[in-house]
């Protein structure tokens, strides 16, 4: 089918509803794009052609419904699903079958989604890549975890897909591979039947095409009517500017992406609020790494008692620093980040979104690691709600995406900005 693979969930749902395109087509319209760049990419833990075929076929017999009807998805890895192998990005799980499927894979199959297969995770969620290269240069880092699910819409394997993030693993690899991506605020998606790492900070998310995309994903995840996001001039946008504490993280590419954005969204007439965070919030980003690595240690002391031969260098790590962490040094980092929600609450007052660094730069050379999550700990911890919007390039070439914040449990107003930030970005001279 040509096209599909710069097609948007909206479009191609549009097409399948008003019957110009039969879900069977649009599946075998995914599977050629992925036999054509999957032996490159390697975003696909699992496969399920025969699967994905036989749902489609189903659904163009009895008529294709829903808000997802006949859209192609991909599930990371990290994810439950009954009818395909979940192996958690870990061979201690090699041949898995759960009982069931996650809730947020049973909601999409609910709305019409077709489940192409799962995704490449890293190990756990964690920091020990697949196999999954950068659609944009195959030496480079897709990001993680979310690897294959970022990698599979950014080369137009599907439309849409899956992600989690406890650190910054929706937001940076939706970055490196310039895509949208959206981390919802905590606890506005169920995570059950997701493996999980650190309870208070996974968060279920998604990558796609486009702004109105996610938005279509967030409506099926809450089973309520879909409605295109209300187009916003950016003279109607209001913006802080943060750099963040952790602003020597960016490199030099980075920095001028963030630079340039900020400019482009001055020039088109977005009002801009620089905004600096008081000294007590810098000391988040160590409580994130505290709070994660306490919990990781506690949700995975099964793997590490009975497995620990088949843990990579780094979860043990970080197992083992949990391990060490006393309990008043992990209450004490949850309520600094209860503070920390307080004090940037009042600083977003008046204000659409923050816009901040979504990574320090373009994906790094190698797969051998997935980047530094440093410009999503924060958020992460804080619990709001994050976007990815693509559009600027570094100067290798490759794809920086920039991250706006928003107000809790305001997903659409968010996004909102997000489709009326992206075309200034792509437009750059």
């Not at 979310?146 to 819409?153: E, N, R």
Request: overall charge negative; glycine content about 10%.
């Amino acid at each position: 089918m040509k096209g599909y693979e710069s097609m948007t969930a909206v479009a191609l749902r549009r097409a399948l509803a008003q019957g110009e395109l039969s879900a069977e087509a649009a599946v075998r319209a995914a599977l050629e794009r992925i036999a054509e760049r999957e032996p490159q990419i390697h975003a696909w833990q699992h496969l399920d052609a025969d699967g994905a075929l036989a749902a489609a076929r189903a659904l163009d017999a009895r008529g294709v419904h829903g808000l997802l009807g006949g859209v192609p998805l991909g599930v990371k890895d990290i994810i439950a699903t009954a009818d395909l192998p979940t192996r958690y990005g870990s061979p201690i799980y090699e041949g898995f079958r759960p009982t069931a499927d996650a809730h947020c894979v049973t909601a999409a199959r609910q709305a019409g989604a077709v489940v192409m297969g799962k995704t490449v995770t890293t190990e756990f969620a964690y920091f020990q890549p697949g196999p999954t290269a950068n659609p944009h240069h195959l030496d480079h880092t897709p990001g993680g975890s979310s690897s294959g699910s970022a990698a599979a819409v950014a080369n137009g394997m599907a439309p849409v897909a899956f992600g989690t993030q406890t650190a910054g693993s929706l937001i940076r690899p939706a970055s490196y591979c310039g895509v949208f991506a959206l981390k919802p605020s905590f606890g506005q998606v169920s995570l059950e039947g997701i493996k999980p790492f650190s309870p208070s900070l996974d968060t279920l998310g998604w990558l796609a095409r486009s702004a109105d995309d996610l938005e279509l994903m967030r409506c099926a995840m809450a089973a309520i009517d879909f409605e295109a996001l209300q187009p916003l001039a950016p003279r109607a946008l209001r913006l802080g500017v943060c750099c963040t504490h952790e602003w020597p993280a960016a490199d030099a590419g980075g920095a001028a992406a963030f630079e340039q954005a900020v400019k482009l969204a001055g020039v088109a007439g977005a009002s801009l609020r620089d905004v600096a965070l008081p000294a007590p919030t810098a000391g988040l980003l160590d409580a994130q790494k505290t709070v994660m690595a306490w919990e990781a240690a506690r949700q995975l002391d099964a793997e590490w008692r009975e497995h620990p031969q088949q843990l990579s260098a780094a979860l043990h790590g970080l197992l083992e620093t949990g391990r060490r962490t006393d309990e008043t040094d992990y209450r004490r980092a949850l309520a600094l980040a209860e503070e920390g929600r307080r004090d940037i609450g009042a600083l977003m007052q008046g204000l659409d979104a923050l816009l901040v660094p979504a990574a320090p730069g373009e994906a790094p050379a190698g797969l051998s690691a997935t980047g530094d999550p440093v410009f999503s700990r924060v958020w992460t911890l804080l619990g709001l709600p994050c976007v990815n919007v693509p559009g600027l390039r570094g100067p290798k070439g490759l794809p920086i995406g920039v991250q706006l914040v928003g107000h809790p449990r305001q997903e659409r107003a968010l996004l909102a900005v997000a489709a009326a930030l992206h075309p200034l970005l792509t437009n750059a001279p």
